[in-house]
């Protein structure tokens, strides 16, 4: 089965520093969403990304996040001067479709320190 | 608003048996996912059920989608202690202008004893 992949598998960072999270879709995906999971709640919805642009952002979302699709593979998301309450587990997702299965990476465990 | 809701939040039962866990939401959906979280790992995408669909199978998999009363239900049956895992369900909402997000409930832990 085709799958997400997302490097690193683990980043530690100093608060204030900036960090980008990398994934690599699937290749005939359109959609690409991030989301993500702070320890022992659920997961959220950060991002989603079709046709080079933000379709749609939560609140979360804000000027220190930003998004990225620099060349047909990758999908990257830059998290600017990191806080304490990044630290989370950060989830890439394509879709063929908008309204079908998204397929999840196994995700990037963010801790700032 | 909340969407998907999940219930039990926790459910522990004995290998062989069957469990039962159930996603409540609140807005119309286009479809709805489950997902399988093994401790601190990735999403693991078990079934979709679409709106005008009312039951799936999938293996030991069985889902039900009732869109009158907002209320999914995932059954494993006979289960095994590799089903130990959190799973989730995940609405495709049509609220909002956006059919592209998915909104995840809290999860059910569910521990299968062997």
């Known amino acids: 089965e085709p799958e997400v992949t997302q490097t690193p598998s683990h980043q530690v960072t100093q608060m204030g520093q900036e960090v980008i999270l990398r994934c690599v879709p699937i290749?005939?995906?359109?959609?690409f969403y991030w989301y993500r999971q702070i320890l022992g709640q659920k997961v959220e919805f950060l991002v989603s990304f079709y046709n080079n642009e933000i379709s749609e952002k939560s609140e979360i979302f804000d000027d220190q996040f930003s998004v990225e699709r620099p060349d047909g593979s990758n999908f990257t998301l830059k998290i600017r001067s990191t806080k304490l309450e990044d630290s989370a587990m950060y989830f890439c997702?394509?879709?063929?479709?908008?309204?079908?299965?998204?397929?999840f990476g196994q995700g990037t465990r963010l801790t700032v320190v | 608003s909340q969407q998907g809701e999940e219930d039990p939040q926790a459910l522990s039962i004995q290998e062989g048996e069957n469990a039962t866990m159930n996603c409540s939401y609140k807005t119309s959906i286009n479809n709805l996912q489950w997902y399988r979280q093994n401790s601190g790992r990735g999403l693991v995408h078990l079934i979709l059920i679409r709106s005008n669909e009312r039951e799936k199978h999938s293996g030991r998999l069985r889902v039900t989608l009732d869109t009158s009363k907002k209320s999914s239900s995932l059954l494993i049956t006979a289960s095994r202690a590799a089903d130990t895992a959190s799973y989730f369900c995940a609405t495709d909402g049509l609220s909002g202008g956006s059919n592209y997000k998915l909104t995840f409930g809290k999860g059910t832990l569910l521990t299968v004893n062997p």
């Open positions: 997702a394509s879709s063929y479709d908008g309204g079908g299965r998204a397929f």
């Open positions: 290749s005939n995906h359109l959609y």
